[in-house]
């Protein structure tokens, strides 16, 4: 294919939905960092968004991907076989979730999640009212849609799914609005792409209270706040109420793909009858990605990463202040900074690219920097990161 170069056939016969891909051809990825085919070294800033909280490629959870790989791969659809790498993930799991939260349903993707976790509340309710959140984001098929906070990307592919009601995220409207129709309320235990909002514990215990008085289930979604990142392994911890679904995926499959809903068995039961195989999935939690998920779930507590997430949230607090940066909020190391215009947000974005940095900007709030490292980065290296995105600033804004 002489004369064309790599970017051309990217950009030419792989399908683009980003009207600006950042479009590096990346060659390899270890821990924290990337290299580019030539050469270039980058500081991963946002882990894959949220995927590689253990940095990338650790060598034990390549190795349960090869091992796992030569000893079977896919066998038959979700479900019917024994397979132990998806059974022993499953149980792993549960282990570390309240005792509520004992039967797992893997996916291939959150927003599959999403969806098997919808369909649950409608079956076990018999309702099909749906509570929201305005900013919003729970994936991008047409169920996980009608639930995404923003009519912009709403409208364009409606019909969806009706009786579906937002609200704005941590206030008193939602919890309100809760009632017998209810037959679900789903949230982000931290909004993510409305630039990382952590609500009041008391907001969700009062949604919680109201689910139980009104019988309608309560669905966390943890697949970007999951598996460490706000400085718990679940951030529903931090506001002491457990879900009746947990939403995960991202760092669940370790840089495999697998997404989760997550209920106690005797509701999960209900998918089994009227009708039976209430959720199909021929790839959901496929044995390499379950044995990749384990492996990477188990370096992350053996390693304590956990533990020091605080503290580097702290050391970014502490060294990222500019006078361009107009806000910062933070979830563990999760963070967001604005500045006074999109333009300069993304300005600086791609100056820390130029810098060696990997990062982005979010959905609904592209005035905001987004900053999640994989949470193995050291103080030493986070410092570093620091004065790169400072001395960006300074470049963008003319100060260097
Ligand atoms: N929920 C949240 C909070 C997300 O951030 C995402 C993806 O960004 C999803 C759901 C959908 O996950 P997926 O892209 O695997 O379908």
Redesign the pocket.
């Known amino acids: 294919m002489s004369g064309i170069s790599n970017r051309q056939l990217f950009l030419a016969h792989v399908a683009q939905t980003s009207s600006a891909p950042i479009g590096i051809e990346m060659v390899k990825a270890a821990g924290i960092h990337l290299w580019d085919a030539e050469g270039k070294k980058y500081v991963d800033l946002i882990s894959g ?2 995927v590689c909280n253990i940095g990338h490629s650790h060598p034990k959870v390549v190795k349960a991907v090869q091992d796992q790989a030569a000893e079977y791969m896919h066998l038959i659809v979700y479900g019917e076989f024994i397979e132990l790498p998806q059974t022993a993930y499953a149980k792993f799991l549960t282990d570390l979730l309240p005792p509520s939260l004992d039967c797992v349903y893997f996916t ?7 969806e098997g976790a919808m369909k649950l509340a409608k079956r076990v309710t018999g309702r099909t009212r749906i509570l929201a959140c305005h900013k ?6 047409q169920g ?1 849609l009608s639930v995404m906070g923003d009519e912009y990307w709403r409208n364009a592919f409606r019909p969806l799914l009706p009786d579906v009601y937002h609200y704005d995220y941590n206030e008193p409207d939602l919890p309100t609005a809760i009632d017998a129709q209810t037959a679900c309320v789903i949230v ?1 235990t931290v ?3 409305s630039g990382i909002i952590r609500p009041s514990a008391e907001w969700l215990q009062t949604i919680r209270k109201k689910c139980d008085e009104q019988g309608a289930l309560l669905i966390l ?5 999951g598996f460490g990142r706000t400085g718990s392994l679940w951030a529903f911890e931090q506001m002491q109420v457990v879900p009746d679904v947990l ?1 995960l ?2 760092a669940l499959g370790g840089g495999m ?1 697998l ?1 989760a809903f997550v209920a106690g068995h005797s509701r999960m039961q209900l998918l089994t009858k009227d009708p039976v195989l209430g959720h199909i999935t021929t790839f959901g939690g496929h044995p390499v990605s379950c044995a990749a998920g384990k492996a990477a779930l188990e370096v992350l507590l053996d390693g304590h990463y956990i533990e020091t997430v605080k503290a580097k949230e702290q050391l970014l607090l502490d060294k990222l202040v500019h006078p361009a940066i107009v806000s910062r909020r933070s979830a563990g190391l999760w963070m967001s900074l604005q500045f006074a215009s999109d333009k300069i947000a993304q300005a600086v974005v791609h100056q820390c690219v130029r810098n060696g940095l990997i990062t982005d900007w979010f ?1 609904f709030a592209p005035d905001r920097m987004r900053i999640a490292p994989p949470l193995i980065i050291t103080e030493a290296e986070l410092a570093e990161v620091c004065q790169v995105i400072l001395r960006s600033i300074d470049e963008v804004t003319g100060k260097a």
């Open positions: 968004f949220s291939n993707s959150g927003a599959e999640a999403t919003a984001y729970h994936g991008s098929t996980a982000e909004q993510a792409e979604d943890e697949i970007q706040a939403l995926g991202k793909p997404g959905l």
